[in-house]
């Protein structure tokens, strides 16, 4: 069975300017999860989509940050305009609506100069 | 809110000994399930271990086991035998057990770094 699929692995891109990540979850996963990892730290959720509906985007600021789920599958991640502080690991995770187990990506690592 | 503290920045261990990660949590809700998350370079964050808090019964995997304290809301994990592959940042999560998908989310720990020396 394939795992959570990335791209790109890394990026690097100079403030003010915009950046996507795309994500393709486990076949069949109903749920798909964005979270920002900043050095040091643990993940943050981001967003959470169940199918292609919102689930919770609480912590996703959203002046800056948008993210779609098409047909329920794949998944983009979009900042814009990027500042320094976005500078992190962006992992996207994904699970079953039951028994909830998250699976991992690799995630992409923003660095914002 | 639950929050997940990891208070050991870093730990070290040689192979093939014991070492202890710890970590508490704090929350209002009596049904949860708590995780410990390993973290290699490569970023890829594996599952090492689930504990439901409805049992009592210590989760076991392999050279994996945790020591789940309830009302202390701890929930260390060991790793006994270490091996050089054990080296990784170690991230002890929280989920909810309610139903509702905003509750489905994990809750993570600041981590702990581990390094195996040979």
């Known amino acids: 069975e394939a795992g959570v699929a990335q791209s790109p692995r890394y990026k690097i891109i100079e403030k003010r300017q915009s950046v996507a990540f795309w994500c393709n979850p486990i076949?069949?996963?109903?749920?798909l999860y964005w979270y920002q990892q900043i050095l040091g730290q643990g993940p943050k959720l981001l967003i959470q989509?169940?199918?292609?509906?919102?689930?919770?985007d609480s912590q996703l600021p959203k002046d800056r940050f948008s993210a779609e789920r098409l047909k329920g599958v794949d998944s983009t991640l979009k900042i814009q305009p990027a500042k320094l502080e976005d500078s992190a690991v962006y992992l996207c995770?994904?699970?079953?609506?039951?028994?909830?187990?998250?699976?991992f990506g690799p995630g992409t690592r923003l660095t914002v100069t | 809110a639950q929050t997940v503290t990891q208070s050991q920045p870093e730990m070290s261990v040689q192979e093939a000994e014991t070492v202890t990660l710890s970590c508490t949590y704090d929350t209002s809700e009596s049904d949860y399930y708590l995780f410990w998350y390993k973290q290699p370079p490569s970023r890829q964050m594996i599952l090492v271990i689930r504990q439901e808090a409805y049992k009592q019964q210590n989760a076991t995997e392999n050279r994996f086991s945790v020591n789940f304290q309830k009302a202390a809301k701890s929930f260390s994990l060991k790793i006994s035998d270490s091996q050089l592959g054990d080296a990784a940042m170690y991230f002890c999560?929280?989920?909810?057990?309610?139903?509702?998908?905003?509750?489905?989310?994990?809750?993570f720990g600041k981590g702990t770094l581990l390094t195996v020396n040979p």
């Open positions: 076949s069949g996963h109903a749920t």
């Open positions: 995770a994904s699970s079953l609506s039951w028994p909830y187990e998250q699976y």
């Open positions: 989509f169940q199918n292609n509906g919102v689930v919770d």
């Open positions: 999560a929280y989920r909810s057990a309610e139903s509702g998908g905003s509750n489905y989310k994990l809750t």
